[in-house]
C-alpha cells in the first residue's frame, strides 16, 4: 500500500500565508510581553524593597539572592544531578503511564466489550487520591526508585486512559463510513483513519499527564529521596534556606514548560491541518 | 446492470424502512429517488453501496451479490465529508492508496482539474466552500472510476445557484464515463435537471410508489414548459404518494412546499 497518501504532511501552498503567519506572531510577541509585566515588576519591586531595607529577605529571599544560589548549584554540578534524578524518574513514570494509558484507552475505546470490563475499575480506581498509594508502593516496591516511577505512571495513567477513550469514542461515524466506502481493512482503517482522527485530543490528554507526572514527581521525592529536585525542597525547608526552595521550584516551572512545549513542538507537523486559532488570526 | 430484487430492510429497532424495493438500472442510467423525509431513501443508497446489510432481498451488480462496500461504487454524501487532516489532492487520492504513488498523483490532477478546483490540490479542506468541498467529495468517489455512483442529497446545503451549477457540472462528469447514477434529492428540478428516471417512494413502510421516465432532450431547458410538465407529474405522484391523504388535495404549491 503507498503511503504518502497516509501521512498528514503535505506541502501546503496557499498564498499568502507567510504573511499572515508573520502577523500572527508579532500579536503572540506583544502577548507573551505583556504577560510578563505583572511578574517582573513584582519582582524589581520586591528586590528594590529588600535593598531600600524595608525588609530583610530572609523567609522570601529578593531575585538576586535566588539567582545566586541558583548559579551556585549549576556551577557545583548539583543542579545538573538532581535535575537529572527528577528528569529520569518523570520520563520513566510519563513512559510507562503514557503507555499503559494509550493500550487501555484504546481498547477500551476500540472493543465495546473490553470497556464494560475494565472502564469500571478503572473509573474507581481514579477516584482514589493517587497519593494514597504512597504506603502501600513502598511495602511492594520499597522506598527506592520502583515505587517513585509507580506514582508518576499512575498520576500520568488516568489523563491518557480518559483523552484517549473519549477521543474514540468521540470519532466521527460518518468519517469511519468513509473509510468503509473505500474498503480500507481493520489496520488500515485505525492508521489512515482512527489515528489521525484522535491525535488532536490525543495531544492534549499527553499533555495532561506530563504536567500530573511533574506534580507527581514532587510528592515521589517528598517521600524520602536521596537526590532529585523535590529533595531540594525538602532539604531547603529542614536547612532553612528558602533561595534553595524558589530555585528548585523556578528549576521545576522551567522543565515542565520545557518538555511540555517539546511535546507540543514533536507533534505539531501532524496538527498542521488543525492550526484553527493562526487560521483566525490571519483571516 | 445493478439490480435491486425484492430489498427489505428492518432495522433494528423494529422500523420497516424499505419493504419489497425492486428496480433494475442499465449501466449508464440516471436515476433520482424523490419521496418525503423518512421513507427510505437514504437507506436504500445505504444498502445499495453495501454500507448496510438488507433484512431481505438483494442487491446485484452485473449479477454479484453486494454485501460489502464494493470498488465498482462510489458513494457521495450528504456532506462533503472530507479528510481533515489530508490535503484536498490526498483527499482526493484517498481510495487510490494500491496504485504507484506516479499514477495516483496524475489521476488525483487530471480529477481536480474535471472539477475545476486544480489550483486547490495543496490546499486543506477547511479552506474551501461548502460548493468546493461538495466538488472534492464527488472528485475522490469519481477518481476511482465506479460503475455505479450514489448520491445521497449531494447537494442540499448549498444555495440554489451553486446547486444548479453542480447539477450542470455532474453531468457534464457524467459524461467522461458514463457510470450509473442514483441521485437521492429532496429537489423536483434537481431531479429533472438531472433523471432519466425518477422514482417516487412512499412511507411506513419504504416503498416505490411510481416511477416517472424524464424524456427532456439535453441539455434541458428549465423553462420550458414540458420542464413544467414534468414537474406537474412529479409532485401529483407525490402528492398521491403522501401517506394517509385521502380526498383533499393541496394546490401544488404547497405540494412543493410541505415535502
Ligand atoms: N440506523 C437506524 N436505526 C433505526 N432506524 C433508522 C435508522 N436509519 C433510519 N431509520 C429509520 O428508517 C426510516 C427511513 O430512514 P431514511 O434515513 O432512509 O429516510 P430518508 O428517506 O433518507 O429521509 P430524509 O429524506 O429525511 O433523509 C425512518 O423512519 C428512520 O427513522
Ligand atoms: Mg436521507
Known amino acids: 500500500m503507498g503511503s504518502d497518501a497516509a501521512i498528514p504532511v503535505t506541502e501546503t501552498t496557499a498564498s499568502g500565508r507567510p504573511r499572515a503567519r508573520a502577523g500572527g506572531a508579532a500579536r503572540r510577541w506583544r502577548a507573551a510581553a505583556l504577560g510578563l509585566v505583572v511578574p517582573v515588576v513584582a519582582a524589581v519591586g520586591w528586590e528594590l524593597a529588600v535593598v531600600a531595607g524595608l525588609s530583610d529577605g530572609r523567609l522570601v529571599p529578593p531575585p538576586s539572592r535566588i539567582a545566586e544560589t541558583f548559579t551556585e548549584l549549576a556551577a557545583t554540578g548539583e543542579l545538573a544531578r538532581h535535575t537529572a534524578a527528577t528528569s529520569l524518574r518523570v520520563a520513566a513514570g510519563f513512559g510507562i503511564g503514557a503507555l499503559a494509558g494509550t493500550l487501555f484507552g484504546a481498547v477500551a475505546g476500540y472493543s465495546t466489550l473490553a470497556r464494560t470490563l475494565v472502564d469500571p475499575t478503572l473509573q474507581a480506581l481514579r477516584a482514589i487520591p493517587s497519593i494514597a498509594w504512597v504506603p502501600l508502593f513502598i511495602l511492594w516496591l520499597g522506598i527506592f526508585e520502583a515505587s517513585k516511577v509507580a506514582l508518576i505512571a499512575v498520576g500520568v495513567f488516568f489523563p491518557v486512559y480518559l483523552g484517549v477513550l473519549g477521543a474514540i469514542a468521540a470519532v466521527d461515524r460518518k468519517i469511519v463510513e468513509v473509510g468503509r466506502i473505500f474498503r480500507l481493512s481493520g489496520p488500515a482503517m485505525v492508521r489512515r483513519i482512527l489515528l489521525p482522527a484522535v491525535l488532536p485530543s490525543y495531544v492534549v490528554a499527553l499533555r495532561a499527564g506530563l504536567g500530573l507526572g511533574w506534580m507527581f514527581v514532587v510528592a515521589a521525592e517528598f517521600m524520602g529521596a536521596g537526590e532529585g529536585l523535590g529533595y531540594l525542597l525538602v532539604d531547603g525547608q529542614q536547612l532553612g534556606k528558602p533561595a534553595q526552595i524558589v530555585a528548585a521550584i523556578v528549576a521545576f516551572a522551567i522543565l515542565g514548560k520545557t518538555t511540555d512545549w517539546l511535546l507540543v513542538a514533536a507533534t505539531a507537523p501532524f496538527l498542521r491541518w488543525q492550526d484553527v486559532v493562526a487560521h483566525q488570526e490571519a483571516t | ?259
Open chain 2, 1 to 259: 446492470m445493478l439490480v435491486l430484487d425484492q430489498l427489505g430492510k428492518t432495522y433494528a429497532n423494529g422500523v420497516r424502512a424499505l419493504d419489497a424495493v425492486s428496480l433494475a438500472l442499465p449501466l449508464g442510467e440516471i436515476v433520482a429517488v424523490v419521496g418525503g423525509s423518512g421513507c427510505g431513501k437514504s437507506t436504500l443508497l445505504r444498502l445499495v453501496s453495501g454500507l448496510d446489510r438488507p433484512t431481505d432481498g438483494t442487491v446485484r451488480l452485473d449479477g454479484e451479490a453486494i454485501a460489502a462496500p464494493h470498488e465498482k461504487i462510489g458513494m457521495v454524501f450528504q456532506e462533503p465529508r472530507l479528510l481533515p487532516w489530508l490535503t484536498v489532492a490526498d483527499n482526493v487520492g484517498f481510495g487510490l492508496a494500491a496504485l504507484p504513488s506516479g499514477e495516483r498523483r496524475d489521476r488525483v490532477a487530471a480529477q481536480l482539474a474535471r472539477v475545476g478546483l486544480a489550483d486547490k490540490a495543496g490546499v486543506w479542506p477547511r479552506e474551501l466552500s461548502g460548493g468546493q468541498a461538495q466538488r472534492v467529495a464527488l472528485a475522490r468517489a469519481l477518481v476511482g472510476r465506479p460503475e455505479v455512483l450514489l448520491l445521497d442529497e449531494p447537494f442540499s446545503a448549498l444555495d440554489a445557484f451553486t446547486r444548479a451549477d453542480l447539477q450542470d457540472h455532474l453531468l457534464d462528469l457524467w459524461h467522461d464515463a458514463e457510470p450509473t447514477l442514483v441521485v437521492v434529492t429532496h429537489d423536483v428540478d434537481e431531479a429533472i435537471a438531472l433523471a432519466d428516471r425518477i422514482v417516487v417512494m412512499r412511507p411506513r413502510p419504504g416503498r416505490v410508489a411510481a416511477e416517472i421516465a424524464v424524456e427532456l432532450p439535453r441539455p434541458r431547458d428549465r423553462d420550458s414548459a414540458a420542464w413544467d410538465a414534468a414537474k406537474r407529474r412529479v409532485l401529483a405522484a407525490l402528492d398521491d404518494a403522501r401517506e394517509g391523504r385521502g380526498g383533499a388535495r393541496p394546490a401544488e404549491a404547497g405540494a412543493a412546499l410541505w415535502w
